[in-house]
């Protein structure tokens, strides 16, 4: 048994956070493919598991029992702790790497996502809604753009679980529409994110959720 099963599918970004964190900490850990596309996050069974019905779900086994964590922002806070990598060095580091984690959840990755559903897998490309989403999340690129322009990394220097947050679906710029070299400062840095040692695209570290 490894030390910690991923709940997880390969198109979702949010599981995509938690497996590069896994594997760029050397973890024991395996993927549980989970079936997104075919409902299984609705099913009761995944429920039980976590009753917020989304991916990922972190379960590492501990001597003193299992330990069940879900939502990516927290399971990404919990691994830099137990492995003592891609964490904070002070204070003022801590509350920086909270805060664009926090902005990830709320703007970058919650629109980007969205309009990634919406325009890449279900096609409502014309849909007003996908539309307004989809500027949305341009807006939260712009942000991070103009914040990585003349930086290596988002929150200290060298790489932290905000960055592992936020690049968590910029990976995929065709299916999320977006053209990197409007995003020159984006592009460098996710230059920089795959040059890790032991970085690994999503579609490496987790099946399919189809």
Not at 37 to 61: C, D, Q
Request: with cysteine; glycine share 6%; charged share 25%.
């Amino acid at each position: 048994m490894a030390e910690f099963d991923l709940h997880c599918f390969a198109e979702s970004g949010n599981s995509y956070k938690a497996a590069l964190m896994l594997q760029l900490s050397g973890a024991d850990w395996q993927p549980v493919g989970v079936e997104f596309f075919k409902g299984a996050t609705r099913s009761p069974e995944y429920r039980e598991l976590n009753i917020m019905g989304e991916a990922p779900v972190l379960i590492h086994h501990r001597a003193d029992g299992d330990f069940t964590l879900s939502q990516s922002g927290a399971i990404l806070i919990y691994l830099a702790r137990h492995f003592s990598k891609f964490g904070h060095k002070s204070e003022s580091e801590e509350f920086e790497i909270l805060r664009w984690v926090l902005f990830d959840n709320h703007k970058l990755t919650s629109y980007t996502a969205t309009e990634r559903f919406m325009r890449h897998f279900q096609k409502k490309v014309d849909d007003p809604a996908a539309q307004f989403i989809y500027a949305r999340a341009q807006g939260a690129w712009k942000v991070l753009e103009a914040h990585l322009a003349g930086r290596d990394w988002v929150a200290a220097d060298r790489p932290t679980i905000a960055d592992f947050s936020l690049c968590g679906y910029l990976f995929w710029p065709e299916q999320i529409e977006m053209d990197q070299a409007e995003f020159p400062a984006i592009a460098a840095w996710l230059g920089r994110l795959r040059a890790l040692p032991g970085w690994a695209a999503p579609e490496e570290l987790m099946p399919s959720g189809m």
